[in-house]
């Protein structure tokens, strides 16, 4: 069993910090891809940041130059650092896991968290 826990999320002002962070458990060998997606209701969920695990990421451009991914593979946990928060980050945003290897060595599989809620208002 795996599972993904996100912390981090909550309300802050254009302009302001959230750092978000995502704890992956479980009988875990291996992950690839740890990223960050956000969804907005009613709009189809979007990939915010990826990064593999040795430490290359990628980003959607809307956060380019705001937003950093990171993550601490001994910990099985990934990172977002988001500043100059804008009101149209505002969303549910997601960790997810890829190429999720169990310690059972049987098959990749891929893994989301519950959301964690980032509101960005004035």
């Known amino acids: 069993q795996v599972q993904l826990a996100e912390s981090g999320g909550g309300s802050v002002q254009p302009g302001g910090s959230l750092r978000l962070s995502c704890v992956a458990s479980?009988?875990?060998?291996?992950?690839?891809?740890m990223g960050w997606y956000r969804q907005i209701p009613g709009k189809q969920r979007e990939l915010v940041a990826t990064?593999?695990?040795?430490?290359?990421?990628t980003y959607v451009d809307s956060v380019k130059g705001r937003f950093t991914i990171s993550r601490d593979n001994a910990k099985n946990t990934v990172y977002l650092q988001m500043n100059n928060l804008k009101p149209e980050d505002t969303a549910v945003y997601y960790c997810?896991?890829?190429?999720?290897?169990?310690?059972?060595?049987?098959?990749?599989?891929?893994?989301w968290g519950q959301g964690t809620q980032v509101t960005v208002s004035s």
């Open positions: 990064v593999i695990p040795d430490g290359s990421t």
């Open positions: 997810k896991a890829e190429g999720v290897m169990t310690t059972t060595l049987q098959a990749l599989g891929d893994y």
């Open positions: 479980g009988s875990i060998f291996s992950i690839w891809t």
